[in-house]
């Protein structure tokens, strides 16, 4: 079976701090690897997709978890229809406050654009709307790649 590498990163930035404290988290951001070792992600920016070893550059630790994933070029793809999409604002801050919102594809952060592109593949990782999601909802140990 095929699978998606997803990247978790985590930096010692106040915003990467902040977010951690929030989530109750070790990581503080997620993206999806290419095989052509770019990473697709939603940041400040907006939706991007870039060296993975700028990303990683800009981090202070870093895992990959290898998800097994019998559409992965399907996963790939979705996210990469999204590139040029403004970051979600809104939804980090209303995340953080637990307020409630619908997701549109218009704006993405992270973990929500990394759910959407594999649900609108037709592989969803979780049962949640997509903006519920963040990244350690994603981060599952077992699927964690060694090394």
């Known amino acids: 079976m095929s699978h998606v ?6 930096s010692g930035k106040i915003g990467s701090r902040l977010l951690r404290l929030i989530l109750g988290s070790r990581w503080s951001h997620c993206g999806i690897v290419t095989q052509d ?3 697709i992600e939603a940041q400040i920016k907006g939706v991007v997709e870039r060296p993975l070893t ?18 992965a070029d399907a996963v790939i793809a979705a996210a990469r229809s999204q590139l040029g999409k403004p970051y979600d604002w809104l939804g980090l801050f209303g995340y953080g ?5 619908v997701q549109r594809s218009e704006r993405w952060f992270c973990s ?3 759910a959407w592109a594999f649900a609108h593949a037709g592989y969803p990782l979780m049962r949640s709307s997509a ?3 963040s990244p350690p909802m994603l981060y599952l140990p077992i699927w964690r790649l060694d090394g």
């Open 5 to 10: 590498t997803l990247v978790f990163t985590r």
């Open 37 to 39: 070792g770019t990473v």
């Open 54 to 71: 700028d990303m990683l550059a800009e981090s202070d630790r870093h895992e990959y978890v290898n998800v097994p994933c019998p559409v």
């Open 97 to 101: 406050l637990r307020s409630s919102r």
């Open 112 to 114: 929500e654009l990394t």
């Open 131 to 133: 903006w519920r999601i």
